[in-house]
């Protein structure tokens, strides 16, 4: 569609110079000889250009009734050389851009193009804003089960305060959308959300990243550096895998629920903020309790608000609609053709056992789609992990013979460090605890150093 140009000028023969200028160039055109007449029809305009003198009304408040009708119109201002810092003022109130007469048409057409650009990106970032906020409405994070729609309902009374809320789950279950649910369902939505995933942040720059640190405070340190809180001030952050953080950081991360304060490293300057916390993890921290590797005092701050999000094996009736939801997401990015899952297809979907949750069912759907041939997925284009299924009811647990418990046990976790090529944070995860739960058992063990 033509864009509509509206012009204010009351000089009549300017006005119809710049008509038939705009009309030449493919815009539609509308004029006006006054504010008055302007105000009239600036509703449907998708730019105003006009002059900043008009007869019984200056340009800044023209301007600032063209705002209060269309606040997202843009106005350029058609100025004379001597008022140029009045020009300067309407920019500063809110115009786009001027033009000192006398201009040239070329220029004239320069400015346009450019004021229609700064609209679209404007309007291209404020859908953005819009469709991101819509991904995590409640309608985008697929759950029709029971468990499901009151994890929703909790999201809906939690979200509004301030409260800590700490989300438990195993992985791939989607405790990160979840989180972000959460913050943007909060009065904190327009505000900074920074997330901070533990597990990747080696131990030794996890203070320096999550609290800054100033310029000369260890070798490297040549520019002072905010960290991952300051960033977040007024708005959510989002610790993952906090079953990952050292006692050292717990300590600091206690006076930051505690009091909202924290200090660089390096500093003595102490520094207030307004932070929400979501944490989130898949460990079980009452069992890094009793073992003294998780603080009893961070641990209740944290568990304000509970959230537990169950696993896919324990809310199948959501499997079909997920599964659905993949095919319609993934199958535009794969070019396959498939359009539908056949009724065998979700049989076998709903009668795996899901260690990696809804992560890994997007996982095969994207894999099962790469594959497909035909315009359905069958029962045989599913490809499943061969991942091991739990043990039948009856099968023997017992210990190998000849080990006791203990030297069971040390197998397991040296034979996890060769895996892991010694990395203790990967080794952890291959045995489902956190680093510092292994770190306390290499301690145990005696193998530490």
């Not at 804003?129 to 994070?141: Q, T």
């Not at 959308?177 to 327009?190: N, W």
């Not at 505690?258 to 520094?271: A, D, M």
């Amino acid at each position: 569609m033509k864009k509509r140009i509206l012009v204010v000028e009351d000089e009549e023969k300017l006005r119809r110079v710049l008509e038939l200028q705009l009309m030449s160039a493919g815009f539609e055109v509308d004029k006006a000889a006054n504010a008055e007449e302007a105000l009239k029809i600036v509703d449907r305009a998708d730019m105003v250009l006009t002059d900043l003198r008009l007869p019984r009304m200056d340009g800044q408040q023209f301007l600032a009734l063209i705002r209060r009708q269309n606040s997202q119109v843009p106005v350029v201002m058609m100025t004379a050389y001597g008022s140029v810092e009045t020009a300067v003022e309407a920019m500063k109130a809110g115009a786009t851009d001027f033009l000192l007469k006398p201009f040239s048409l070329d220029h004239l057409m320069q400015v346009v193009h450019k004021a229609l650009e700064v609209r679209a990106l404007r309007e291209e970032n404020r859908q953005l804003k819009v469709e991101l906020g819509r991904r995590y409405e409640f309608d985008n994070i697929i759950g029709r089960s029971p468990a499901m729609q009151e994890i929703f309902a909790a999201i809906e009374r939690v979200g509004p305060t301030r409260a800590t809320v700490l989300l438990t789950g195993e992985s791939g279950v989607g405790k990160d959308l979840i989180a972000r649910a959460i913050h943007f369902h909060s009065p904190r939505k327009d505000r900074p959300l920074v997330k901070i995933n533990c597990t990747a942040i080696p131990e030794n720059l996890m203070e320096s990243e999550l609290f800054g640190y100033e310029k000369g405070a260890f070798t490297g340190a040549q520019t002072t550096k905010p960290g991952k809180f300051e960033q977040a001030d007024t708005g959510t952050v989002f610790l993952d895998e906090i079953g990952d953080v050292p006692a050292v950081i717990q300590v600091k991360l206690l006076r930051v629920l505690q009091e909202r304060e924290l200090e660089r490293l390096g500093s003595n300057v102490t520094r207030h903020i307004d932070v929400r916390l979501v944490a989130a993890t898949n460990q079980d921290l009452r069992a890094a309790l009793e073992q003294g590797t998780f603080r009893e005092d961070l641990y209740y701050r944290l568990n304000v608000v509970p959230l537990n999000i169950p696993p896919l094996r324990e809310r199948k009736q959501d499997i079909p609609f997920l599964a659905n939801h993949f095919v319609q997401k993934l199958g535009p990015d794969t070019g396959c053709r498939v359009q539908a899952i056949t009724d065998a297809g979700m049989e076998k979907l709903v009668a795996y056992h899901w260690p990696g949750n809804v992560r890994e069912l997007e996982n095969v759907i994207e894999r099962s789609l790469v594959m497909a041939t035909g315009s359905e997925l069958d029962y045989a284009d599913i490809k499943l992990e061969s991942a091991p299924r739990p043990r039948a009811q009856g099968e023997s647990h017992f210990l190998p013979d000849g080990l006791s418990l203990d030297q069971y046990e040390q197998d397991i976790i040296k034979e996890a460090l060769r895996r892991a090529d010694g990395n203790k944070s990967q080794a952890a995860r291959l045995l489902g605890l956190t680093r510092n739960a292994l770190r306390y058992r290499l301690t145990q063990m005696g193998l530490e150093s």
